[in-house]
């Protein structure tokens, strides 16, 4: 599914190597976690995979399904399959959260040449994936992520996600800024979402997220680089020690 | 909201953003080959007794414009505001301009040029009296009610016909061109015209004074709702030719009406002159509705030709609790300098003014609306949404005044300015008088850009760059594009698309 082999990349303005030489696989169906201090380059990999601006790949590919990703804008890579979920998601005043969906997912249907959904169809669906994730219908209508609470905010994120249904899965620190109960109905949501032909990359700083999702697979990120991979029990020593011992094997 | 509003305006939205994709630049730039009859080139008091004599008017309205005319010699161009455009000629201008066929007045539709009729169908206003469905994508569930609009046709410097206009007599409602009701309900026009818009107001309402030929006329008697949605449609055609019309709205005691208000014009590489005047007179508890899309063409992308818009509109809200809505969607015109007014005379009267001025390229644009409060308990309403992108220039210019009988009157005034790319410019210039202890005026301003983290947000769920664009300005400009009637919100908002194209990139 996800293929990234020794990827370089450094900020377009700055003369700053983020990632050095950075190889990932994550199978069809799988979870990966992916952890690390600060720093190490968690967040610019989800950027990079999902396209932004201001990142300059200077070695190494990244595919979805085969699909050279680093050729492509960032609508196409929606399209066809990848989806983030932000640390930070964006406001947009003005525009109906409900408006916001229905414009994504047609927009990603039409680039694949699929039929269109109509407004009827859209708002049942929409309000069936709402109802599991207890988004109550007046947050559909406020604008996109506005006054949102934390919490709303990244429910808000797997709503998108549950309805764009997308292939492959990064989750940028989704946990961060969440209390227990928000983590649960977040993780609740990605569960739901979990199948045979849909992969995630769950990146997060703390282990307490993975108690909720299970990973197949933890992978430990420092400068640039996956330093170490194994199963869910080495998000656990991490929970335990810190990142201290790991980087200093690493060296 | 119920669920059929909500799918309604998803409908809409949906629009804009398909609109972005189907549509190519200013698509009402083509012409119309046709034979047309012109004043000699510039203005004198020849010209200005040659277009009274066109229309067929009676002596004390020739010699109203030629007052109008001698008032204007003695004034200069008004130079305040924020607008950058070579000196106009006015002495190279063609004042009037009709089509040979309209010489001799078609009596009713069926007489009128098939050239003309075959214009306006172009322009998505069939001169038809026909219903007119609201034609919203994704609208299955809501009720499928056909609604009526009457038009009235304005081509160059005539009227070409104007529909509906049986029905609406037998509501008592008069709806005719300018030029007809001068010679059909003189006293009407008598006691009202200049009455709003003073003869001597400014240069340019005074020019038009002087040489206006055609426009629209309504008259709702007292206590009538008007049966249907009114408007008219300028279509400016001839080259080197100046349009001048002029619009008297009004509305008796207890009515109510809502007018819209459509133009357009080719691509010439000439600018050309547009200099409106609208007046609109409301008595006691009468309220209008007065909604403009404005799309004349911008100007090319460096800045050539397009059309310089110096309009003067205001409404008297003349008596106690008289009501008045402008909402205006200005996209179009290479110099836009335009200030929808309200005096709110009347105890309790109401004003609001929803503006959405884009300016893209190398458009400029300097408008606002001037609340001039002088009853008591008096009510404003301002929200301004200024898009500025390109090289454009764009100016937000308001008047808030309270004067000293006006006390416990209010005023609200949100300004907002989106700015798109790094080469365009957003200016706010409020002025605020208060000369009374009980009023209260608000004034509130944001200025923001279309930001790069909105834009990859929209992009990485899989909208395309311009649908981006379309979707956050759309939001940005939503509360305006509510106030307008439905078929009006949904050209706007293509028109706010289309106007935007090519501004990120």
């Given amino acids: 599914m996800l293929k990234i082999d020794n990827l370089h990349v450094k900020l377009e303005d700055h003369d700053k190597q983020i990632l050095k030489g950075l190889s990932l696989e994550v199978p069809a169906g799988e979870v990966h976690a992916i952890m690390g201090p600060n720093g190490s380059g968690k967040s610019t990999l989800s950027y990079v995979l999902s396209g932004r601006d201001g990142y300059e790949v200077t070695e190494g590919a990244a595919s979805l399904d085969g699909q050279d990703l680093l050729e492509m804008e960032p609508e196409e890579r929606a399209a066809a399959g990848l989806f983030l979920a932000f640390q930070y998601p964006v406001e947009i005043p003005g525009v109906g959260n409900m408006t916001f969906l229905r414009t994504a997912v047609n927009a990603q249907r039409k680039r694949r040449g699929e039929e269109e959904m109509s407004a009827g169809d859209f708002l049942k669906v929409v309000r069936e994936k709402a109802k599991a994730l207890k988004i109550d219908a007046e947050m559909l209508k406020r604008p996109v992520n506005v006054g949102f609470s934390g919490g709303e905010k990244k429910r808000n994120e797997i709503l998108q996600m549950a309805m764009l249904e997308p292939r492959m899965c990064i989750m940028d620190e989704t946990d961060s800024g969440l209390d227990v109960d928000a983590m649960r109905l977040v993780a609740d949501g990605v569960n739901a979402l979990r199948s045979p032909d849909r992969s995630f990359l769950v990146i997060t700083h703390y282990q307490r997220l993975l108690d909720h999702i299970q990973p197949d697979v933890v992978h430990i990120m420092a400068d640039g680089r996956i330093i170490r991979s194994g199963g869910p029990e080495l998000a656990l020593e991490v929970e335990k020690n810190g990142y201290g011992d790991l980087l200093t094997e690493a060296g | ?505």
């Fill in chain 2, 1 to 505: 909201m119920s669920e059929t509003d909500l799918e309604v305006r998803e409908g809409v939205d949906r629009e804009t953003v398909e609109t972005v994709q189907n549509m190519g630049s200013y698509k009402y730039g083509w012409d119309t080959e046709i034979e047309m009859e012109y004043a000699p080139k510039g203005v004198n008091e020849d010209i200005v007794r040659l277009i009274s004599q066109k229309n067929e008017e009676p002596e004390w309205m020739t010699e109203w414009r030629l007052q109008a005319f001698r008032r204007w010699q003695t004034m200069t161009e008004p130079k305040w505001a924020m607008l950058n455009y070579p000196e106009i000629d006015y002495q190279d201008i063609h004042y009037y301009a009709r089509p040979k066929s309209m010489e001799v007045k078609p009596k009713s539709l069926d007489e009128v040029d098939p050239k003309l009729l075959a214009t306006y169908e172009k322009l998505g206003i069939p001169l038809k009296e026909q219903m007119i469905l609201a034609g919203v994508e994704g609208a299955e569930n809501a009720p499928a009610e056909g609604r009526k609009v009457a038009v009235d046709a304005v081509f160059d410097s005539v009227s070409v016909g104007t529909t509906f206009k049986d029905e609406l007599a037998k509501a008592g409602v008069i709806f005719c061109s300018i030029s007809e009701a001068i010679r059909e309900h003189p006293e009407l026009v008598k006691k009202y015209l200049g009455s709003v818009v003073p003869q001597s107001d400014n240069f340019f309402a005074t020019l038009n004074s002087a040489v206006f030929s055609d426009g629209s006329f309504v008259y709702v008697p007292p206590n009538t709702r008007c049966p249907m949605e009114l408007s008219t449609y300028f279509r400016m055609n001839a080259e080197n030719t100046g349009q001048f019309e002029r619009t008297l709205i009004i509305a008796d005691k207890g009515s109510y009406v809502s007018y819209l208000e459509g133009c357009t014009a080719p691509k010439r590489d000439t600018a050309q002159l547009h200099a409106a005047v609208v007046e609109i007179v409301i008595l006691e508890d009468a309220e209008v509705k007065y909604s403009t899309v404005q799309n004349w063409f911008p100007g090319d992308e460096e800045g050539k030709g397009g059309i310089y818009n110096f309009v003067t509109k205001r409404a008297d809200c003349r008596e106690a609790r008289a009501k008045v809505m402008w909402t205006q969607v200005e996209t179009g015109s290479a110099i836009t300098w335009k200030y929808p007014s309200c005096i709110l005379r009347g105890e309790e009267s109401s004003g609001e003014f929803y503006s959405i001025a884009i300016a893209n390229n190398m458009q400029q644009a300097d408008t606002g609306t001037k609340m001039i409060h002088l009853g008591k308990n008096s009510r404003s309403r301002i929200v301004s949404k200024g898009i500025s992108a390109g090289k454009a220039q764009n100016t937000y210019r308001g008047l808030v005044s309270m004067h000293p009988k006006a006390t416990n009157s209010r005023n609200y005034t949100q300004c907002d300015s989106l700015l798109i790319g790094d080469k365009c410019g957003a200016h706010t210039v409020p002025y605020i008088e208060v000369k009374n202890t009980s009023s209260r005026v608000e004034h509130e301003a944001t200025t923001s850009k279309v930001d790069d983290d909105q834009l990859f947000y929209c992009r990485s769920r899989g909208m395309d760059e311009e649908e981006a664009v379309a979707v956050i300005v759309n939001g940005f400009v939503r509360e305006v594009l509510q106030a307008l009637p439905m078929e009006f919100a949904m050209e706007a908002q293509s028109l706010v698309a289309i106007s935007l194209e090519g501004s990120v990139g």
